[in-house]
Structures are given as C-alpha cells and as structure tokens.
C-alpha cells in the first residue's frame, strides 16, 4: 500500500538551533517526493520536490532534504531554524510523470522557542 | 505567478443548507483541480479530481451526491456541500495543476476555505 509516515507529531526547538523533520514512504513505482510548509489557517506551500539526480535538494527558506532510496526516506532539515519557520510540515508522494494523486503524510507541527 | 484563489476563505451554515466554494487559477490555466479535506491536526486527503469539461473522479468512500464538482472552465472548479451537516464542518483545499509547456506540472494550493455547519 502507498503510504507516508511522518513519526514526528510534534516537534519543538530553540531558535538557532537546526531542525530535521522524518519522512518514510511506501510506494510502489518511482516516487516522487515533496515536502509542504503550512502557516495556520493557510494553504500549502512547496517548499521542495525531489524527482531525480542529486539526492540532496535544496528549497525555499534555507531547508534541504536528503532523498535515500535504500531507506525510503527524504528527510527535511534546516541549520538554524527562525522563529517563523513555526508551521506545519507535510510531507507528500507522487507518482513519477505528475503531480497527480498526492499521498500526504500526518505533518508535524513544529514550535520555535525564543 | 501560478497564484490559486478559494472563496470564501470561511463561511457558517446551518445545517440542511448547501454552500459552495469556488477555486481559482488566477494566472494559468488548469485543465486539473483537486479537492481535499483536511480535519483538525489531521493531514490532507483528497476528495476528488476535476477535469475540465468532465465529470469528476471521486476518491473511495466520498460521496459525489454530496459533494458536487463543477469543472466548468479553464480557471474555475467549483465544490458544492449539498445538505450540509456539522459533520461536513472541515477545512477545504483546492490546488490547480499547472506548469510551464514541456516541464512537469506542478499542484498549486489554494489558501482553503473553512466551513462551519451549526
């Protein structure tokens, strides 16, 4: 079964400090991985997508992810989180070829203490 | 660019009413919508697919007589909750398939519509 895990409910750091946020996927065919930010009471935004070729990728607002297909993971991190990277954060699995049919997972929600 | 509207960004009903809620591409054309439903602290799951011109596809387990989608131009997907109940009372998203001619389409979210059913 397709499916995304995000084992991290919730999570909370100090400000400076870096942020990695899990993401497991169980997926068939090619996946195609994305990560989302979400503000409260707000659509999503992308803030990176892996399709293929270098495993690192980097995104909007300083944060990367590391796609590793012998674990299938693409793990989200940040160096140094900013008080206003507080949000909720999806990770999300499509097919290879489009958009089509996104599987997201649970989110976690992160805090950013001063 | 690639900007998608919803309206209304919330609204209250009372229950056996129906409310409709637009989603549009403001700057590209979107011949694929999509609905989803996100509940309290929950994530995202997708309700239904709408192509333009088309009947909607519908996820398993949501009811299309329910919730009625109309794809009816290049810019606009409609939602209708017919005889809402509080039950139906959720956050709803829309996101709109576009890209670039040759280059991967890309779902672009719109900023959700929070319904209340009293």
């Known amino acids: 079964a397709q499916s995304v895990t995000q084992p991290d409910i919730h999570i909370t750091v100090s400000e400076g400090a870096s942020l990695e946020l899990r993401c497991n996927y169980s997926y068939g065919a090619t996946p195609y991985l994305f990560w989302y930010v979400q503000s409260p009471g707000q659509g999503l935004q992308l803030l990176l997508k892996?399709?293929?070729?270098?495993?690192l990728v980097q995104g909007i607002k300083g944060f990367e992810a590391e796609f590793k297909r012998s674990q299938s993971s693409f793990n989200l991190r940040k160096p140094s989180v900013h008080w206003s990277d507080a949000a909720e954060y999806f990770c999300a699995v499509g097919p290879a070829g489009g958009y089509n049919k996104l599987i997201f997972g649970a989110g976690t929600r992160l805090a950013v203490h001063p | 660019g690639a900007v998608v509207s919803q309206h209304p960004s919330w609204v209250i009903c009372k229950s056996g009413t129906s409310v409709k809620i637009e989603c549009r591409s403001l700057?590209?054309?979107?011949?694929?919508m999509f609905w989803y439903r996100q509940f309290p602290k929950q994530s995202l799951m997708l309700m239904a697919t709408s192509n333009e011109g088309s009947k909607a596809t519908y996820e398993q387990g949501v009811e299309k007589d329910k919730f009625l989608i109309n794809h009816a131009s290049l810019t606009l997907s409609t939602l209708t909750v017919t005889s809402a109940h509080p039950e139906d009372s959720s956050f709803y998203i829309c996101?709109?398939?576009?890209?670039?001619?040759?280059?991967?389409?890309?779902?672009?979210f719109g900023p959700g519509t929070r319904l209340t059913v009293l």
């Open positions: 700057d590209f054309q979107a011949t694929t």
């Open positions: 892996y399709f293929s070729g270098d495993t």
């Open positions: 996101s709109a398939l576009g890209g670039a001619p040759g280059s991967y389409n890309e779902q672009f």
